[in-house]
């Protein structure tokens, strides 16, 4: 800052020229995820950019290669911490398109309602620290309030907050328990409620929108170049929803809108994420009310499914199914597939390479948001370093699917 | 569908399209790693083919072929709404090997390829910035190698020397905490490290 | 060669050959209990039932059933073909045979399974087979129906003694004789036999006697099922958890290929296997040699030693180097082990050449007790390999080396090997500087002045050539025990702290020079295939 008693005739009003060096992160309290942005500044325009992943590195798919196909699942719960049952769900479906079984309707509505309610608690998550980073705080507190119902009713129905673990190849750990829809639907009430409150509040909110709107801009083609999918992508204009463009589980028997933006900016990426919570109440709404009360909720199949405990229990046939999938675990035929679903970051693919043995012999896991922070170079050079915040938070990075 | 372009591909690469196989569904084309670049290529830019994103690109290691390294991309067309997966075969014993960079096809082959370099040190001539991403540059080995064990440990790395900085080291090579200190001892090798 | 069709696959067969000895060659397995490769056919288990299609324009030989109709809930009459089973039926030319693609013997197999289940007890958490039983594998395979008998199964004798080495478990039997016939065929020794019928049938030991010929637990290796287990393993290791190295026995000098199965988290060798050569073993290894896996951490020398008292590697290397550089060729005998690989002996040979000893001697295990089955007399398995290593030179025996250092001609004694091969002549190497690498107590390690901690055949890669002139090569299995190291890279350390480094210093390399310098029949040609039972 110039001194205030020089006049400004006589000083230099132009800023040194030679840029400097800025290194935000790993650890920085307006980063959500550990990320570190090496920035070369020219005052405060960013000139170039250096985004280092990596500092959530856990090998996930090294580790993977060492158990069994089921002792997978507790991995890919830590990867998208804030949505784990999309993860759940999606790789006991790359297992079961291996294997060329589909599991019982009962357990593909539940799925979906699970599965949907996980994406609301993710795109909470995303535009509550959002909002949050821009110094909105209470907006932040409701989200995580109602965030908080749907880990709730997570804990009830698979006993774990948050890494639940559940899904399981040819079904689910266990069916829906009794109260299950009537939770649901009162917690899709008091988060759609939650949501419009955030609306009122945010939405006329001036300072809020300038720090939004018309920032970070990317061009639809350039977001398809770079591998980008899910809210990010459908910002910029582009209708593509796995959901809709290859629908799996019950997918094509809802009636589901995909929202998508126009400015393609940070604005349209938080209002793409606060419509699709809207759409998902549709899809949970629709879900439980086709969800069966009774019935099977795993396949039938003895090479695939845990026996019950009684069986193995009290009868030799019971005890070697048992011993065969928890010892050797089960046995994915030889090949290779690539299966993708709709994460709460976009396309969430897994490619698993099976030698047919009880154990992987790849697990690749198509991470949504490695390829959208990819993007972030493209997103904030050129822009201020205080919009690094917004776009930054827009992008929702999560550690632990960035960097496995 | 699919299968419409494999056919696309194999009239116009012919020999050099070394293996198609279909499996639930997935359709796969495993080309030779010379005609990689340009098989990529004709399947974003040929109109009928529309392949407008590089959905993902990994590498498989079987340590027992040769070649000994399957890189593999997931190719879809957005607007056609088909996918098809492309494989191409590099790298000798040792682990030696090359391909070329798909970074001028999408923007997004960079970060996907620089992780493939990460984790199975396959280089990608013409990629304007391969280095390692998710693990630090010291890092010894590529772990996703089959032959890289899994507990293996890595050694200690140096407190990075930058020019100009007037921070001490936090830790010499004997303080803090003690994990992370050990040095890897696996099963005796036949090297040349003396004798205790 | 002439062929038959299996489920439309064209399999080439020899004549006088069997449907699944066919297969088998082929590579595709007709799942079974009683057959074995090395054994007669039994036929009893009806595991391996596979259709035969009759010759064109012949009617199918049908048999009349009432079979279960759901629908109508009662038995109806209905045809189906006889099955024959593969172990027994011969194979023409041109024949056609179905077997995964029949449903019938689809149905019949897990007819079988869900008989032989029937009163099986629920024993897999405690069963030592269990991860390795066919039971669990064909069930999986087979079938895979739930129980349907709610009655209490058949209760029968657990946990009898055989003898010294094996242990019966009558309820998990399948009585498919394998054990029976392995007694009589293969040990000459027909003390086993089958008992009572039906779901009584129980396998016994001839009355006043034990299971105890010397192939016992072969017995147990047969054994499809938990119903034989060895007390050496009972209890002691879940095979899941074992990783398999192929090694060759060095028992004795018949050179059986084996398996060693170790456990890699803890190091430790815990059984070995045969592994199938025809050319050497078949199928088969004998108790001795089966419970030789013992010694690999039995009686280990694990630290080296300065007359008897444990120092530092670097301290003992420096003494020895000292004793054989003041050492005068004349008065220096090398004693090399027929208990040791060639590699390990080569190592010794050469470093005795750069210091110009060429006094050869040869030690080993004293002779036991052999058969015409298996069991060789001479109790090392490297006999014939260190004396072709050591040619042109003769090696002579311990017995003259002894009466040498009586005479006063021989001071100092360069050995390798732990055990002696005469017994009552060991006090003269009180009268000599031994320096001496052992992997086992023994007069060696005993007498040795400075002695250096070798690792046994499972620590290190070896090549062992047996009585048949025969150059097999031992894989490693364990990491070696304490610190002990392979010999040969024991004598590479010695020679460079003499300052006389050999030309190598890894195995690939000593196996170069090896192959420069030694007897082409020396190093291995390849190993044998892996084995199948």
């Known amino acids: 800052m110039e001194p205030l008693d020089q006049e400004l005739d006589q000083a230099e009003l132009e800023m040194p020229a030679e840029p400097m060096l800025l290194n935000v992160g790993p650890a920085h309290p307006a980063m959500h995820g550990t990320v570190r942005c090496v920035m070369e500044l020219s005052g405060e325009v960013i000139h170039h950019v250096d985004v280092q992943v990596g500092y959530l590195h856990r090998g996930f798919e090294k580790m993977c290669e060492r158990g069994t196909w089921t002792q997978v699942f507790p991995y890919v719960d830590r990867c998208n911490y804030v949505s784990p049952m999309l993860n759940n769900v999606g790789f006991a479906l790359a297992c079961e398109k291996l294997l060329g079984i589909s599991v019982p ?58 890494t639940h673990s559940f899904g399981r190849v040819g079904g689910m750990a266990s069916p829906p328990t009794d109260g299950f829809k009537e939770q649901a639907r009162a917690v899709v009430k008091q988060i759609l409620s939650v949501v419009a409150e955030v609306e009122k509040l945010l939405l006329g909110n001036r300072i809020f929108l300038d720090r939004l709107e018309g920032v970070g801009v990317i061009s639809a083609e350039d977001a398809i170049s770079l591998g980008w999918t899910g809210p990010c992508l459908r910002a910029t204009g582009v209708p593509y929803d796995v959901r809709k463009a290859h629908p799996y589980l019950k997918y094509a028997e809802v009636d589901f809108d995909v929202p998508v933006g126009s400015a393609s900016d940070c604005f349209d990426r938080f209002m793409v994420r606060i419509e699709e919570i809207k759409q998902s109440a549709r899809i949970i709404e629709q879900s439980l009310e086709r969800l069966a009360d009774s019935g099977p909720i795993n396949v039938d199949d003895p090479r695939v499914i845990l026996p019950p405990k009684d069986e193995v229990y009290n009868t030799i046939e019971g005890t070697i199914q048992h011993f065969k999938i928890v010892m050797e675990g089960l046995k994915l035929p030889a090949g290779e597939v690539y299966s993708y679903t709709e994460g709460g970051n976009g396309e969430l693919g897994f490619y698993l390479v099976s030698d047919g043995s009880g154990t992987p012999y790849r697990v690749r896991i198509r991470p949504p948001c490695f390829l959208v922070t990819a993007g972030l170079e493209r997103v904030i050079t050129g822009q201020m370093m205080a919009d690094v915040v917004p776009s930054f938070g827009s992008l929702n990075m999560i550690g632990g699917e960035c960097d496995r | 569908m699919a299968q419409l372009l494999i056919d696309l591909v194999k009239q116009q690469f012919g020999v050099a399209v070394l293996e198609t196989h279909s499996l639930r569904g997935d359709e796969t084309l495993t080309v030779e790693p010379n005609a990689w670049l340009a098989v990529c290529r004709f399947l974003r830019d040929t109109p009928r083919a529309d392949m407008n994103m590089l959905t993902d690109l990994t590498a498989v290691d079987y340590p027992d072929r040769e070649p000994r390294f399957e890189i593999v991309a997931h190719l879809v067309s957005l607007a056609k709404g088909h996918r098809l997966r492309v494989k191409t075969r590099v790298g000798d014993e040792e682990g030696d090997a090359e391909v070329d960079s798909l970074c001028e096809l999408w923007a997004g082959a960079n970060w996907l390829e620089r992780e493939c370099f990460d984790m199975f040190g396959v280089r990608f001539t013409g990629h304007p910035d391969l280095r390692r991403i998710l693990l630090y540059p010291e890092f010894e080995g590529y772990p996703l190698r089959k032959d890289f064990p899994a507990d293996r440990i890595q050694p200690l790395v140096p407190y990075r020397d930058v020019p100009n900085i007037d921070k001490l080291s936090p830790f010499g090579r004997d303080e803090g905490m003690s994990f992370g200190r050990q040095t890897h001892s696996g099963p005796e090798t036949d090297d040349d490290s003396p004798v205790n | 060669m002439p062929t038959f069709k299996l489920d439309e696959r064209d399999i080439p067969f020899e004549q006088g050959d069997t449907v ?6 082929a590579g595709v397995d007709i799942p079974h209990y009683c057959w074995h490769p090395g054994l007669s056919v039994a036929a009893n288990c009806r595991m391996c039932l596979v259709e035969l299609m009759p010759p064109p324009g012949r009617p ?10 759901k629908e109508k809930q009662e038995y109806v009459p209905q045809k189906k073909p006889k099955l024959v089973p593969a172990c027994q039926q011969g194979v023409s030319d041109g024949m056609v045979i179905k077997s995964q693609s029949s449903g019938h013997a689809q149905q019949a197999r897990a007819a079988v399974q869900e008989l032989l289940l029937l009163n099986h007890p629920v024993d897999c958490p405690i069963c030592d087979q269990a991860g390795e039983c066919r039971l669990q594998d064909y069930w999986l395979e087979h079938g895979a129906t739930k129980k349907r008998m709610n009655d209490e199964p058949i209760h029968k004798p657990k946990a009898v003694p055989f003898g010294p080495n094996i242990v019966y478990d009558a309820e998990r039997c399948i009585v498919c004789t394998r054990c029976v016939r392995v007694s009589e065929e293969l040990a000459k020794d027909p003390v086993l036999s089958v008992r009572e019928r039906g779901n009584l049938a129980e396998i016994v030991v001839a009355p006043g006697r034990q299971l105890d010929h010397a192939y016992t637990l072969m017995t147990e290796y047969v054994c499809p099922v938990g119903a034989l287990t060895a007390v050496d393993f009972r209890f002691k290791a879940r095979v899941w958890f074992l990783r398999s190295a192929r090694t060759v026995c060095t028992g004795c000098a018949t050179g059986c290929n084996s398996f060693t199965d170790f456990d890699p988290r803890n190091q430790k060798a815990y059984r070995y296997r045969p592994r199938e050569n025809l050319a050497v073993n078949k199928y088969w290894m004998c108790d001795d040699g089966m419970l030789d896996h013992r010694r690999i951490h039995e009686q280990r020398v694990l630290a080296p030693r300065v007359s008897g008292e444990g120092v530092d590697a670097k301290i003992a290397l420096e003494k020895a180097a000292a004793a054989l550089k003041q050492a005068s060729p004349e008065s220096t005998a090398v004693l090399l082990s027929a208990e040791h690989s060639n590699e390990d002996n080569f190592a010794l040979l050469e470093l005795a050449k750069s210091f110009g000893f060429n006094q050869l001697f040869q030690s080993g295990r004293p002779a036991g007790q052999g058969d015409d089955i298996l069991r060789h007399p001479d109790k090392n398995p490297n006999t014939a390999g ?9 090696l002579k025996p311990f017995a003259e080396l002894a009466s040498a250092i009586d005479g006063g001609t021989i001071k100092t004694v360069l050995a390798l090997g732990s055990s002696l091969s005469v017994a009552d002549k060991t006090d ?11 992997s086992h107590e023994g007069p060696l390690a005993q007498h040795a002045r400075v002695l250096l901690p070798a690792s046994t055949w499972a620590e290190a890669d070896g090549t062992f050539v047996n009585a048949k002139g025969l150059a097999q090569e031992s894989e490693k299995a364990i990491a070696p025990q304490g610190q002990s190291l392979p010999a040969f890279r024991w004598l590479a350390e010695l020679a460079r702290v003499a300052g006389k480094p050999l030309g190598w210093k890894k195995l690939t390399d000593l196996r170069k020079s090896m192959a420069q310098e030694a007897p082409p029949a020396s190093l291995p040609a390849s190993t044998a295939p892996a084995g199948v039972s």
Request: hydrophobic letters at 55%.
């Open chain 3, 386 to 394: 260190i004396v072709r290593l050591a040619k042109p030179a003769l």
């Open chain 3, 60 to 69: 199918a030989l049908l048999l009349d059933v009432l079979a279960w109709d």
């Open chain 1, 105 to 162: 309707e009962r357990c593909q509505w539940y799925r979906m309602a699970l599965g949907e309610l996980a994406r609301i608690s993710d795109h909470l998550t995303c535009d509550g620290a959002m909002a949050m980073e821009l110094g909105a705080f209470t907006p932040f507190l409701w989200m995580i309030k109602a965030r908080e119902m749907i880990w709730d009713l997570m804990e009830e129905e698979t006993g774990a907050r948050l």
């Open chain 3, 428 to 438: 003269a190497l009180k009268r000599a500087q031994v320096i001496a690498l052992a």
């Open chain 3, 20 to 25: 699944i000895r066919a297969a088998q060659r």
